[in-house]
């Protein structure tokens, strides 16, 4: 399992409810559903990933985060979860307000644009950067609101999101995200995991 | 009370069953057909609900018609719904014309058939006869209840009535209230019945008009993608067009074909009585409008299945029956499969859709016996 994953279950407590959106071939809900005992919901866009996860006896719904959401009842799950999504969406905003209506708290994942790789690409080549977190070209890449990790914060602090958590990810280390090291944090990790509320 | 004439294996339910036009039966037949073993802890069984031309023998050549049974494509030894491993049952239900209690069958207070004197059922009627057949057979909970189109609502109703009788659900390109549009089209088959002067002519069959329902049914069950790439404009004869009314077209003679052979097998006053059926289904109003509630209490695993050509039974209606089951915490998953058969498709080889309904089923199978944790 990758260390992104790692981290999100280490946040999850075992015997609770989960919806993960975007859970692709439910690698993080089959770890949920054996290892923690939750109760583990999908939801996926792709057909051939939902097929996969019905064969692994994972409930996967197959729809749109953008669409289907709405249709979960308020704090119908402990935690939703949805990993390195956010920026793919045409409404990260709306995305997230349905995510905070429907779980107790939220665990999501970003990749950070702050990163330095990401910002000196940019400088010195003047193009697009392409690193292995963001491997596509500005024409063909799904993410449309791509933000750093500063951005993320920026944001909850602004929309009065209650950050729980904040982790990074660097090179499979994880670490902890404070007030005090944020600037560092931000050009030094390639990812962000947040739990919200 | 079991018997078994002509092929044909019959419970008599001893019971009474009151219908929800109102009227009660008591001793009356349900014709089944059974395969594969089951099991000792009689945990291995599947109910499979037949749509409105089916009957019970769903795979092998029925013995009646000498024809593949209706859903040989998915049952049977290694078949997705594997009879090596399962205990499949399958029931005609009330109303039809196998040897179930039906219009086709004598009444016996008058020695006559029954004919349209035949009370209307309902898809409820029809799930709580065939739970007499399940207690009968012993079995405290089904391994699963699958079935497409009217089949599927079945098995939404069967969950509904009975919230812990079945360890998994798969409700087939189905919808869970019978939309105008199927009304409508349900209604133009039985008008093509009645109009036929044999219609409740005693010493015969109204055929044609039997026939032609079924012509326009089966274009219903076909998607245009599909049928313009069978048959296109493609002429039954080769050369031109004759100028006259005969089948010039290949897919007239085709639905010809269809219409007539239909009219062998199956019964159109039990046509009249199975559309309706359908109709009247509306499982949201059984629940005074709230669709969850039909599932409040449902232990049973759900996956729902659409297919994309499917315009009978569009994905949008089966995503209402998801979107009820989230509402009400149950656990459900949903694919829409790809294929340009149209609602046909549950019937016949779309390797997404069996191997979807067969690892379902396996994961289900192995969860309950513990032979896996997942």
């Known amino acids: 399992m990758k260390k992104e994953f790692e981290v999100i279950s280490q946040i999850i407590q075992n015997n609770k409810r989960v919806l993960d959106i975007g859970c692709g071939d439910g690698s993080l809900m089959e770890y949920l559903k054996i290892n923690q005992k939750n109760d583990v919901r999908g939801l996926e866009p792709q057909k051939n990933l939902v097929q996969k996860c019905i064969s692994k006896g994972l409930s996967v719904i197959e729809g749109d985060a953008e669409k289907e959401l709405i249709q979960f009842p308020k704090k119908s799950f402990d935690y939703v979860v949805l990993s390195q999504t956010l920026q793919a969406f045409f409404d990260p905003e709306e995305v997230l307000n349905q995510l905070l209506r429907i779980g107790k708290q939220t665990i999501v994942s970003i990749p950070n644009f702050g990163y330095w790789k990401v910002r000196l690409h940019l400088l010195f080549k003047g193009t697009m950067p392409i690193t292995k977190n963001l491997p596509n070209e500005w024409y063909n890449t799904p993410n449309l609101h791509m933000c750093t990790i500063q951005d993320f914060v920026n944001f909850c602090n602004k929309k009065n999101i209650k950050i729980d958590k904040s982790m990074c990810l660097t090179n499979e280390k994880i670490s902890e995200i404070t007030n005090r090291n944020m600037g560092y944090k931000n050009i030094f990790s390639q990812l962000g995991i947040f739990l919200i509320q | ?374």
Not at chain 2, 14 to 31: M, N, R, V, W
Not at chain 2, 212 to 219: E, G, N, Q, S
């Open chain 2, 1 to 374: 009370m079991n018997s078994e004439t002509k092929n044909i294996k019959k419970l008599i339910i001893d019971q009474s069953l009151e219908l929800d036009c109102g009227k009660t039966i008591k001793d009356f037949p349900l014709a089944y057909e059974t395969y594969g073993t089951l099991n000792k802890n009689k945990n291995n069984a599947i109910l499979a609900f037949h749509a409105l031309t089916g009957d019970q023998f769903c795979t092998n050549i029925n013995p009646i018609t000498k024809r593949e049974g209706w859903w040989t494509t998915a049952v049977g030894p290694g078949k997705a719904i594997d009879t090596n491993k399962y205990f499949v049952i399958c029931a005609n239900v009330l109303g039809g014309c196998m040897g179930s209690y039906g219009p086709k069958e004598i009444n016996p207070a008058t020695n006559k058939l029954f004919a349209t004197t035949f009370p209307v059922i309902t898809i409820r009627d029809m799930v709580k006869a065939q739970k007499y057949l399940i207690d009968y057979l012993g079995i405290k909970k089904l391994l699963a209840v699958t079935g497409g189109s009217m089949g599927g609502m079945q098995v939404l109703q069967f969950v509904s009535l009975y919230p812990d009788k079945a360890h998994a659900a798969i409700p087939i390109a189905c919808s869970a209230s019978h939309s105008a549009q199927n009304i409508a089209l349900n209604e133009l088959g039985r008008q093509a019945i009645m109009a036929d002067p044999n219609w409740k002519n005693e010493n015969s069959t109204p055929d044609k008009g039997l026939a032609v329902a079924r012509m326009a049914a089966h274009i219903t069950y076909l998607s245009k993608k599909g049928l313009q790439e069978k048959f296109g404009r493609k002429l039954q004869d080769k050369g031109s067009l004759k100028f006259s009314f005969d089948a010039d077209f290949q897919i007239e003679s085709y639905l010809r074909y269809q219409g007539a052979t239909f009219v062998d097998r199956f019964d159109a006053n039990s046509y009249l009585y199975i559309t309706r059926a359908m109709d009247y289904f509306d499982l949201e109003k059984q629940f005074k409008g709230n669709l969850s509630s039909a599932f409040n209490n449902t232990k049973s695993k759900f996956c729902v299945i659409s297919f994309s050509s499917d315009w009978l039974y569009p994905t949008a209606e089966n995503k209402e029956i998801v979107i009820a089951l989230n509402t009400c915490g149950a656990n459900v998953g949903f694919v829409e499969i790809n294929s340009d058969k149209g609602h046909d498709s549950f019937l016949l080889d779309v390797p997404e859709f069996l191997k979807t309904v067969s690892e379902f089923l396996n994961s289900i199978y192995n969860e309950i016996n513990n032979e896996k944790r997942i």
